[in-house]
């Protein structure tokens, strides 16, 4: 009953080589990274005061904690930032301890995340009837329904991640990926109704639930989502029209994106997930788990085990390689989408870890959640952003950064 997104590979069904080609903040330029210091579950934010919202599901406690100090224009000629998004589908915690494990390491490496919660994963099975999916059955989901325990323990990991500064996006509910019913043929209108639904279970669990003895979510949900990414990366055109008209900041639904500085659509930041080096090939892999698994098992979530050592380092050579290309050149903020899941024995979860030390800690890089990143982008001088998107993939600027950037 996981996000077993092994339909988020955009074209799945072609073959594995095809389908990779089309598939589908933290600190500002002075203090401290977002992220860093712990938030305990139960804490409340910055205000000190809690006021619960509805039904007590969630509740207003202030000003998210761990947050970056307000971000700055670039200086005329100073080097940008290089910004690392690491996002995570379908956020369910489901027995496994990959949620806080990513928690953990976030903390310890003064990074921000992105946690896309399906909204089902806080609604009981035993209430599935209350989800009118989109042109499905009542109550259908391809995503399945999360255990009473593990919805307990995604609403802990989700508390706690708010506390820790990341940020609570959303992969919306079903995951429908085939058939009429695909969320690629859903109409504006029934993206509305979907979004609706999952607000509505992320903000009446307690209601759904009847469960009265665990804390609210320390934050209004409401307000707080800005952003998504939908299931498979379909959909995406008739999506934008709602969330511009609900005031959303980004959508990273774009499949197959490259490694260029990123423009709006529908005035939205367009975020999409990139195609980066490949080691071994000649083709390149987007940056997300399951579309790394599936050129090297096939679709397979449980390949052979004799080759787990060498498709991990793969994986996080993968990362590591299109990080460089960025961080050696144009700077182009790197995008990188997850599911908590042990697939091919977890290698994938390995490789994001490895790969997230060996990019933490260099000099002016930023791991920042999706919404930071908007942050910093807002306040950039507009002819400044259109200067860095001139700059193809792996081009460096002409003259150094100090002289590409103070003609703009």
Known sequence: MRDISRRGLLGAGLGAAAAIGIAGCGSSDTG?????????????????????????????????????????PLEPGQTPPQFVVFSWDGAGEVGNGLFPR????????????????????????????????????IG??????????????????????????????????????????????????????????????????????????????????????????????????????????????YDASSPGGRQMWPDKRMDMWDLPLQQVPFPGHSFEVLSMDYNILANQSQNSTKGMPSRYPGWKKQATEAYLAGFKRAYDSNRAPLFIGNHFEQW?????????????????????????SFRQFCDWLDVQDPQVLAKLRTLEVGQSPAGGWNAFLKAA
């Open 344 to 368: 091919n024995g977890g290698i994938y979860m390995d490789a994001v870890e490895e790969s997230l030390k060996g990019m933490a800690g260099k000099k002016d890089v930023r791991l920042v």
């Open 140 to 249: 259908a989901s391809d995503i399945g329904y999360l255990t009473d325990g593990h919805i307990k323990d995604t609403l802990k990991y989700i508390r706690q991640a708010w506390l820790d500064g990341h940020e609570i996006g959303t992969h919306f509910n079903g995951h429908f990926c085939a058939g009429s019913g695909s969320v690629g043929n859903w109409s504006s209108a029934d993206w509305r109704n979907e979004i609706d639904q999952a607000v509505s279970f992320v903000t009446e669990w307690r209601t759904n639930s009847g469960w009265k003895d665990i804390d609210p979510l320390p934050f209004d949900y409401r307000k707080e989502l800005v952003g998504a990414r939908t299931p498979c990366l379909l959909g995406q055109d008739k999506l934008l029209p709602t969330a511009k008209k609900l005031g959303w900041r």
């Open 32 to 72: 401290r990274p977002a992220g860093s210091g712990p938030g305990k579950a139960g804490e409340t934010g910055m205000g000190g005061r809690v006021r619960l919202i509805g039904d007590g599901s969630t509740s207003d406690t202030g000003k998210q904690p761990h947050q970056p100090p307000k971000p700055v």
């Open 102 to 137: 990513f928690l953990e390491l976030a903390k310890n490496h003064n990074a921000a995340m992105t946690f896309f919660l399906s909204g089902v994963y806080l609604l009981p099975e035993s209430k599935k009837t209350l989800y009118r999916p989109p042109n499905n059955g």
